[in-house]
C-alpha cells in the first residue's frame, strides 16, 4: 500500500457533494469522522490533541450533539458521544458505540427511521465487544452482529452504501480507554482475537450485501504509523484510512478519482497549529441535528463551468446488467448522484478489470 498517495480536499468535497455520511464506532472511528470532517473543509492533518480529544464541544465547526463532555466523562461501556459537522453541502454524523448491538442502538435505528437516509454509513465495532462484555466472547459477538445487520437492511434504502471496515491491527503491548484493570490480562492475546474477529464479522457483512474493506490487511506493513499504545494510529494513517473508504466509495459510484502523491515530511509542517475553537452550546437530552434547507439545495458550486468533464470508468463488458456509467453524464469531476437500485459494488481490494 503506497501510503503517500492521498484524496485532496477537492476530491473529498466534490465526491460527497450533497451527500450524508455516518459514521459508527469507538475511538479509531471518531478519528475516521474528524480526519473526513477536516478534509471535506481543508488540505490539512489532523494534530496530535485532536486525536487524542474525546467528548469536545466543537471540532473544526462540528458540533457535539449528545453525550461527552455534556456528561461525566469515563471509560465505561455507557459513554455516549454523538457528533455532527453540517455545511452547505455535507452531512457528517458520528456515534460512539462499544458494543456492535445494544439497547442503545436501538436510538441509532430509530434516528435512520425518523430523519435523513444516509448515503454512506461506515461502521466498525470489535475491540470492545470482544474485550468489555464476556471472556467466551466469539458466540456473542457472532449474533449480535447478526442482529445488527439484519436491523440494518430493514432500515436503510438499498442505494445506500454500507461500508464494514475491519478492525486494524494491534500491538504486543497495548493501552486504552477500554483496557480497564479488569480485563488487563487479556492484552496479550487480544490482537489474535482481532484477527478471528474480523474473519467472522466480515464473512457476515459480505453474506448480509455490506461492503468490506480490509483495514488489517491494508496497514500490515505500516506499524510505523501506529501509536504507542499499540491500538490508535497517527494523523498519516487515518488520511490513508479516509483515502481509501472515499476510494472506495468512488469506485462503488462508478467515478474515477486518481489519487495525489503526499509527502510524509510534509505532515508536520501542515499540522494546524491554533488548537482553540468556540464551543457551541447544544442541548444535552435532546438531540437537535438542525439540517438546514441549504443543505438540501441542489445548486451547482459557481465555479461548475470551468470544472474539467467528469472522467467517469470505462464500463466492463459484464452480463449481469450493471452499468458503470452514470444515468447523467453532465455532472462536475468526482460527483455521481444517488443510484435507484444498488446492484452490486465492486470491492476495493479485487476490482474486476484494470486501466
Keep these: 500500500m503506497d501510503i503517500t498517495k492521498c484524496v485532496s480536499h477537492q476530491q473529498a468535497s466534490q465526491l460527497l457533494h450533497n451527500k450524508f455520511v455516518v459514521v459508527l464506532g469507538d475511538s479509531i472511528q471518531r478519528s475516521v469522522y474528524k480526519d473526513l470532517v477536516l478534509l471535506l473543509q481543508k ?21 457535539l450533539v449528545e453525550g461527552g463532555s455534556f456528561e461525566r466523562m469515563h471509560n465505561g461501556t455507557a459513554y455516549r458521544e454523538v457528533r455532527q459537522f453540517r455545511s452547505a453541502h455535507h452531512l457528517v454524523r458520528f456515534y460512539f458505540v462499544t458494543r456492535v448491538y445494544s439497547s442503545y442502538m436501538q436510538s441509532f435505528f430509530e434516528d435512520l427511521r425518523n430523519g435523513l437516509k444516509p448515503d454512506v454509513i461506515i461502521f466498525n465495532s470489535c475491540v470492545w465487544d470482544i474485550s468489555r462484555y464476556n471472556s467466551s466472547w466469539l458466540e456473542n459477538y457472532k449474533e449480535n452482529l447478526h442482529t445488527f445487520f439484519a436491523e440494518l437492511k430493514r432500515n436503510v434504502p438499498q442505494e445506500t452504501l454500507v461500508i464494514w471496515n475491519l478492525t486494524m491491527p494491534l500491538g504486543k503491548r497495548i493501552q486504552g480507554g477500554f483496557l480497564v484493570p479488569e480485563i488487563e ?9 482481532v484477527i478471528e474477529a474480523n474473519f467472522y464479522s466480515g464473512t457476515l457483512a459480505d453474506a448480509y450485501g455490506m461492503d468490506v474493506v480490509d483495514l488489517h490487511f491494508q496497514f500490515r506493513f505500516s506499524l510505523q504509523h501506529r501509536t504507542s499504545d499499540g491500538v490508535h494510529w497517527n494523523a498519516i494513517a487515518h488520511r490513508k484510512i479516509t483515502s481509501l473508504l472515499l476510494e472506495h466509495s468512488a469506485q462503488a459510484w462508478g467515478v474515477a478519482m486518481p489519487l495525489a502523491a503526499v509527502e510524509n515530511t510534509e505532515v508536520a509542517a501542515q499540522w494546524p497549529t491554533n488548537e482553540n475553537s468556540t464551543l457551541t452550546e447544544r442541548h444535552p437530552l435532546k438531540r437537535n441535528y438542525s439540517y438546514g434547507g441549504e443543505f438540501s439545495n441542489d445548486c451547482w458550486p459557481s465555479d461548475f463551468l470551468t470544472n474539467p468533464q467528469p472522467n467517469y470508468l470505462p464500463q466492463p463488458p459484464l452480463g449481469n446488467g450493471f452499468d ?18 444498488k446492484l452490486h459494488y465492486v470491492p476495493y481490494a479485487h476490482p474486476r478489470y484494470r486501466h
Design 43 to 63: 488540505e490539512t492533518f489532523l494534530s496530535t490533541r485532536q486525536l487524542k480529544s474525546k467528548g469536545e464541544m466543537c471540532f473544526e465547526q462540528d458540533c
Design 185 to 193: 490480562h487479556k492484552a496479550s492475546h487480544l490482537r489474535y482475537d
Design 324 to 341: 458503470y456509467r452514470p444515468p447523467n453524464r453532465h455532472h462536475q469531476q468526482n460527483v455521481m448522484r444517488r443510484q435507484r437500485v
